[in-house]
């Protein structure tokens, strides 16, 4: 698939990764219609950056967990381009939830955001990908996903839930819609994360350093354009973390 006039969907794209995916797919030439909650600021910044690089861009404040919501920011880019050839379920929340404080609400709001969120807008977009004949989605999961770590509990089950729907995915959309995952490791580090635990991390990784947005974006531009012989995939981009 090429980038160039396509129109790509990414949600929680304000800021942060969401944020890095959205200019490179703009600086490939795609037109991008990225959602936001509340970071209405970060959204405006964005897309006058888009709109510079010659995308005709939307921002959509959207919650990625309520199913009105999902229909809602499908049906506004199918209404303004007249297709959706490219969803990029990015929007998740990363709360740390040790296990003395994590209770039915803290799950709920996890699972909402980043399992039942991509599951939403897969289903708005996949059923207009499959019925216009093409597509790709890709999801943003997490190496934690595959190996999980503590204090941490409904996050990474979530990106473990995020993993295995991707596989059930593509084989749901098949032939006509291609489902593949990037799952990020030390990418973004939170704020809150300490110096000693920064070294800690470093030292784990066998790349020996943090990535970077762009490693993520990247990542993505070739999951879409390198090929269209991939579905049911996960790239992991995380220096090493997996088999370390």
Not at 91 to 106: F, G, N, Q, V
Not at 150 to 168: E, N, R
Not at 196 to 220: C, Q, Y
């Amino acid at each position: 698939m090429e980038l160039e006039g396509r129109v790509a969907l990414v949600t929680g794209g304000a800021k942060r990764v969401g944020r890095t995916i959205a200019l490179a797919l703009a600086r490939r030439g795609a037109h991008v219609v990225f959602t936001y909650r509340t970071s209405k600021g970060e959204a405006d910044r964005l897309l006058r950056e888009l709109t510079a690089l010659g995308s005709q861009s939307l921002a959509v404040k959207a919650d990625v967990g309520r199913a009105a919501d999902a229909k809602a920011a499908v049906q506004k880019v199918v209404k303004t381009f007249g297709r959706i050839d490219i969803l990029i379920n990015n929007a998740a929340i990363y709360p740390r939830t040790p296990w003395a404080s994590l209770d039915e609400k803290a799950w709920d709001e996890v699972m909402a955001t980043n399992l039942k969120g991509p599951f939403l807008f897969a289903k708005a977009a996949g059923d207009r990908m499959k019925a216009q004949g093409a597509g790709k989605i890709i999801n943003i999961a997490d190496w934690a996903g595959a190996r999980p770590y503590k204090h941490y509990l409904p996050y990474c089950v979530s990106k473990a839930g995020v993993i295995a729907m991707t596989k059930a995915l593509a084989l749901e959309l098949a032939p006509m819609v291609q489902v593949n995952a990037v799952a990020p490791g030390p990418v973004l580090l939170p704020e809150d994360v300490s110096a000693a635990e920064k070294r800690a991390i470093i030292a784990a990784t066998p790349l020996h350093r943090i990535g970077s947005p762009e490693d993520v974006a990247n990542a993505v531009v070739f999951l879409l354009e390198g090929s269209d012989f991939i579905t049911g995939a996960l790239l992991p981009v995380d220096g090493g973390r997996l088999i370390a």
